[in-house]
Structures are given as C-alpha cells and as structure tokens.
C-alpha cells in the first residue's frame, strides 16, 4: 500500500521569534532557515514582511531552498481594497514561493477585536487570496481562534476556512491559537471539517498550553489533517507551538505513523535532528533540555545498575526506539547507584578497555561514590567524570598548575555618581618552566577568574582558542552538617562538542574554579595537546 504524503510547516522563525527573550538576526534567520531546509521540512515560515527590518531584510531576496519559504501576514485590512493596502503590498512584493494569511475565523473576534461585520471578513479572505494567487504564489490560510470560534459558531468558523479553499488556497490551517483545546476536541472538530474540505488541504497549528501540543497534532492527523505546523524545540509564544523535533521522530519511527504516511525528512536526516535541535540551542544561547523527548542527553540514560546490566544485553529491554536513528546514544549513567557494569560500559564510550576484574574498577567506584557523598553529580558531569577515571588510570598529564589566584569584588560610586560592582582577578600559572601571571575584569568574580585564566596558557593556548563557556549554574546543597555549593559549568568547542564539569566546595569561588580548570583540562586532552 502506498503512503500518504503528511506536509510538516516550520514556524520557528515566525510564531517561535514571537517568544519572550528571543530576538533573530537576519544572519540567525538564514542559517535556521537553513539547518530546516537541510532536515527536509516542507514550508519554512520565516517572517513577517513589512513589520520589523529584520523580516523585510530576509524577504528582500529570493532565499534557495528545497523548502518553500513562506512570507507571513494579514489579509487585507477591512474597508479597504488589495491595492490600497501597504501592509498586503508588502507581503505580495515578498520574495517568497508561498504566503500564509492570518485571520480571524471565529465571529467573537471579528466582531470584538476587527471591529468589523462577518462578511467584510470573508470579503477580505476572499480578496487576499486572490490576489496572492494573482501574484503566483502558492497561498495559504491561519485560521485564528479556529477552535473556540467553531464551537461557539461553527458554521461562521467554517465558512471562513471555505472562504480561503473556494478561491484556490493550498491550505487551510485551523489554529488553536489560545492553545486550550483538548485533543479529543481537536480530533472531532478537524474531523467535522474534513468532511467539508479534503483532509489533504487542512493543517493544524497546536499551541502547548495544556502540554498537549503535540498529542493535539496527532490527533488533527488521525482526523484527517494533513499539515502539521510546528517550531523547533516548540518554541513560541507562551508555552510554544508543538515540538516539531518531538513530532518527525514518532512520524518516522512509530509504526501507528510511519506505515500510513511519508514525510519529506529522510532517514539520513533524522539521525541529524538531534544536532539540529541543539543548533536552536547554540544559536538562542541556551542551555539544551536535558530531558527533551528523542534528543535530550537524558533521553536514553539510564541510572540503576539492574537496568544498565539488562541494556548492556540487549537494548531493547529499556529503550522505545534506538538511540542512534536521532542521532543521539545511549548513556548510562555513573551513579552512586551504579554497579560496575556502568562504569565499564563508559569506560568503554571513553575508550578505556579495562578488564571488569581489575582492582582499578572498584578504586574508581570507590572514588565516585565518595565523592558523590559530598555532593558531585558525575551523572551531569560527563566530563569531569572522564577526567578522574583518566586520572586514576594515570593518563592525564600535568600541563600547566595554577599557583595562585586572586579574586577581588569592589563596589563604588562611578563617575556618574552610578553603584556598579568591579570585579578582578589575578592568576599565577606555571607552564613547564615559565610562570605567567594574567588579570583581568569581568561582570563578575567567576567571570573574571574564567578570563584571567584562559588569558595566558603559554605554549597551550592555541588549545583552548576555541573553548566557549555557554552554561553555568549553581545548586546550594545540604550534606551533611554544612551548606556546600555545587557549579556546574558546560563548555563547547569549535567542533560543535559540549562537556559539563563540576566543582564542589563550602566556597562558590573554589567550586568554579574547579569546574573551570576541570574544563580547560578537558579541553587540552580532547585536542590532544602534548605534555
Ligand atoms: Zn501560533
């Protein structure tokens, strides 16, 4: 039986630059215009011309791609005509393969909101739809509030969604736009409309604020949808739009779905999404989820030792699907809960064959569990983790000791008559025979103490040129009868790798200054720089 073509329409740089604390360049908007182009996704909605430089930069010029690159915005504005409107003209001079228009479809909205009648409404759909087809372009409808307009007026609700299909629009989209529907609701709304217009022409636009996004998305594909609009990551305003990084893998790898339908991302790609999803990561310059479904890092660990032994013969014992197929692997975590059987198998990812009677295995277990006693996290840790397993097998060498730092914090009165905070720090490094001695300032005491100490390495500075601290967080633990503070800190490289180190201490400066030393160390031994 031949599978049905399912179409995925991309909204990150659209509905998901609409998230609080998210601010595209254009130079960001190409390269994730990009990197969704490259994963096989079919629209690629990048903007909104017209409204701010940033999108009308982006739409000044034809993008290539495989995807068809989408200009986003309104209808024509009630009582005026297509040719009298700059905002319309902006998006039909749009250089793009297809327009999505958003309007109002439930009659609460257009009454309230538009503050126009019900059939200006439909007129402008109409009108908008014309003319962008006029203007060649493939043409697509967001119907707003679709949802909660149908089921206070279906019939209003639908003849907008008509109003779009009978002039020739590609798509109708019907958005749960407030995000509070329910995917049984959804299922047999979509399923309503389908009856009216072919599922082949209908998508779904799901926003998450029941955490239902995605289910919501399924649910408009069993009914007959054959559009799922998304965002990488689920990005967007609010709680975001469904998780379009969650939804291609249960397409591609959940029998339910894969034997029905076809999607444009091959399997080549999806064993990239997991690359792709922390790309949105580095670019947003946040920290990814560790917990994120299919592409977390915690996606496929596993902690008990009894669980560990079982992976370790057969996989599929505690995995849904395989690791590698989205591109991420399976880890199981070095715990104070782990047996041996742990600690081998990521002595083995490290590339440290080591035989599983070796006396050195229960040192090393020893030393992990004592040390997570008083509060390490070698699970998060990965690296640090590796380091003093390298450690006790007596392979890291010893480039460089720091024989001194100095941390200073002073707040004065600037020039301006302004409170601000100054902080400092020197550091003494020695290096074979030379001894250097860096300062520096920073917006902060770590911050300045990470500066001064990746200032001057000597012979192995152009080691750590392209090292980047890009997450740090501080967790105030209570062991036993005193408080002590636990830093993690994640780094990542110009080869696109990230490693998380830790430090613990009664004092936050120590404990970042190990998690700090952890990672330059890390660092010089991943690029293998000599003793
Ligand atoms: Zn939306």
Same mark, same amino acid.
């Given at each position: 039986?031949?599978?049905?073509?399912?179409?995925?329409?991309?909204?990150?740089?659209?509905?998901?630059?609409?998230?609080?604390?998210?601010?595209?360049?254009?130079?960001?908007?190409?390269?994730?215009?990009?990197?969704?182009?490259?994963?096989?996704?079919?629209?690629?909605?990048?903007?909104?011309?017209?409204?701010?430089?940033?999108?009308? +930069?982006?739409? *000044?010029?034809?993008?290539?791609? !495989? %995807?068809?690159?989408?200009? =986003?915005?309104?209808? $024509?504005?009630?009582? /005026?005509?297509?040719?009298?409107?700059?905002?319309?003209?902006?998006?039909?001079?749009?250089?793009?393969?297809?327009?999505?228009?958003?309007?109002?479809?439930?009659?609460?909205?257009?009454?309230?909101?538009?503050?126009?009648?019900?059939?200006?409404?439909?007129?402008?759909?109409?009108?908008?739809?014309?003319?962008?087809?006029?203007?060649?372009?493939?043409?697509?409808?967001?119907?707003?509030?679709?949802?909660?307009?149908?089921?206070?007026?279906?019939?209003?609700?639908?003849?907008?969604?008509?109003?779009?299909?009978?002039?020739?629009?590609?798509?109708?989209?019907?958005?749960?736009?407030?995000?509070?529907?329910?995917?049984?609701?959804?299922?047999?709304?979509?399923?309503?409309?389908?009856?009216?217009?072919?599922?082949?022409?209908? +998508?779904?636009? *799901?926003?998450?604020?029941?955490? !239902? %996004?995605?289910?919501?998305? =399924?649910?408009?594909? $069993?009914?007959?949808? /054959?559009?799922?609009?998304?965002?990488?990551?689920?990005?967007?305003?609010?709680?975001?739009?469904?998780?379009?990084?969650?939804?291609?893998?249960?397409?591609?790898?959940?029998?339910?779905?894969?034997?029905?339908?076809?999607?444009?991302?091959?399997?080549?790609?999806?064993?990239?999404?997991?690359?792709?999803?922390?790309?949105?990561?580095?670019?947003?310059?946040?920290?990814?989820?560790?917990?994120?479904?299919?592409?977390?890092?915690?996606?496929?660990?596993?902690?008990?030792?009894?669980?560990?032994?079982?992976?370790?013969?057969?996989?599929?014992?505690?995995?849904?699907?395989?690791?590698?197929?989205?591109?991420?692997?399976?880890?199981?975590?070095?715990?104070?809960?782990?047996?041996?059987?742990?600690?081998?198998?990521?002595?083995?990812?490290?590339?440290?064959?080591?035989?599983?009677?070796?006396?050195?295995?229960?040192?090393?277990?020893?030393?992990?569990?004592?040390?997570?006693?008083?509060?390490?996290?070698?699970?998060?840790?990965?690296?640090?983790?590796?380091?003093?397993?390298?450690?006790?097998?007596?392979?890291?060498?010893?480039?460089?000791?720091?024989?001194?730092?100095?941390?200073?914090?002073?707040?004065?009165?600037?020039?301006?008559?302004?409170?601000?905070?100054?902080?400092?720090?020197?550091?003494?490094?020695?290096?074979?025979?030379?001894?250097?001695?860096?300062?520096?300032?920073?917006?902060?005491?770590?911050?300045?103490?990470?500066?001064?100490?990746?200032?001057?390495?000597?012979?192995?500075?152009?080691?750590?040129?392209?090292?980047?601290?890009?997450?740090?967080?501080?967790?105030?633990?209570?062991?036993?009868?005193?408080?002590?503070?636990?830093?993690?800190?994640?780094?990542?490289?110009?080869?696109?790798?990230?490693?998380?180190?830790?430090?613990?201490?009664?004092?936050?400066?120590?404990?970042?200054?190990?998690?700090?030393?952890?990672?330059?160390?890390?660092?010089?031994?991943?690029?293998?720089?000599?003793?």
């Amino acid at each position: 039986m031949s599978r049905e073509r399912l179409y995925l329409f991309d909204t990150t740089l659209r509905d998901g630059a609409q998230t609080n604390g998210v601010d595209f360049t254009l130079g960001d908007k190409i390269a994730i215009a990009r990197m969704l182009d490259e994963l096989g996704v079919d629209y690629v909605e990048a903007g909104y011309p017209g409204a701010n430089p940033t999108d009308t +930069g982006f739409f *000044a010029e034809k993008r290539p791609a !495989q %995807a068809k690159i989408t200009a =986003f915005g309104m209808t $024509r504005r009630p009582g /005026r005509s297509t040719s009298n409107d700059p905002g319309l003209a902006a998006l039909l001079d749009a250089e793009a393969d297809a327009i999505c228009f958003v309007a109002k479809s439930s009659d609460y909205h257009v009454r309230v909101a538009l503050e126009t009648t019900e059939e200006e409404n439909l007129a402008s759909i109409r009108d908008s739809v014309r003319a962008a087809k006029a203007k060649g372009r493939e043409v697509l409808l967001d119907c707003e509030h679709f949802f909660d307009g149908y089921k206070a007026n279906p019939a209003y609700a639908l003849a907008c969604a008509r109003a779009a299909y009978d002039e020739g629009a590609r798509w109708v989209v019907l958005c749960d736009t407030n995000g509070g529907t329910l995917p049984l609701e959804v299922e047999k709304i979509v399923g309503e409309v389908c009856k009216q217009i072919p599922g082949d022409h209908v +998508g779904i636009h *799901a926003h998450n604020d029941t955490e !239902q %996004a995605v289910a919501n998305s =399924f649910a408009a594909v $069993r009914a007959g949808a /054959r559009q799922i609009q998304g965002t990488l990551n689920g990005l967007g305003e609010r709680c975001g739009n469904a998780n379009l990084v969650s939804i291609i893998p249960t397409l591609k790898l959940k029998a339910e779905y894969a034997d029905k339908f076809e999607i444009g991302v091959s399997d080549e790609a999806l064993g990239h999404i997991a690359r792709v999803s922390h790309g949105l990561d580095d670019i947003l310059n946040r920290a990814a989820d560790r917990h994120a479904p299919y592409v977390g890092e915690s996606a496929f660990a596993t902690k008990a030792g009894i669980h560990a032994s079982a992976i370790i013969k057969d996989p599929a014992t505690y995995e849904h699907v395989p690791p590698e197929r989205v591109g991420n692997k399976r880890k199981l975590l070095v715990s104070d809960q782990s047996g041996r059987s742990n600690l081998l198998v990521e002595l083995d990812r490290i590339g440290f064959a080591i035989d599983k009677d070796d006396p050195r295995l229960s040192r090393l277990l020893d030393e992990v569990k004592e040390r997570e006693a008083i509060g390490y996290a070698y699970e998060t840790a990965d690296a640090s983790f590796e380091l003093l397993a390298r450690r006790l097998l007596g392979k890291v060498p010893r480039y460089f000791d720091v024989e001194k730092f100095d941390v200073s914090v002073e707040q004065r009165i600037n020039a301006k008559g302004e409170r601000v905070t100054v902080s400092m720090a020197v550091v003494k490094v020695r290096v074979g025979d030379e001894l250097l001695i860096s300062a520096a300032e920073g917006n902060g005491p770590v911050n300045a103490l990470d500066v001064a100490l990746r200032k001057d390495l000597g012979k192995y500075q152009g080691y750590i040129t392209g090292l980047e601290l890009t997450d740090y967080r501080v967790r105030i633990l209570n062991a036993g009868t005193e408080a002590v503070t636990r830093v993690l800190i994640e780094s990542a490289d110009e080869t696109g790798d990230h490693w998380t180190t830790i430090g613990v201490s009664s004092n936050i400066i120590d404990a970042s200054f190990q998690a700090l030393m952890d990672s330059i160390v890390y660092k010089l031994v991943k690029s293998g720089a000599p003793a």
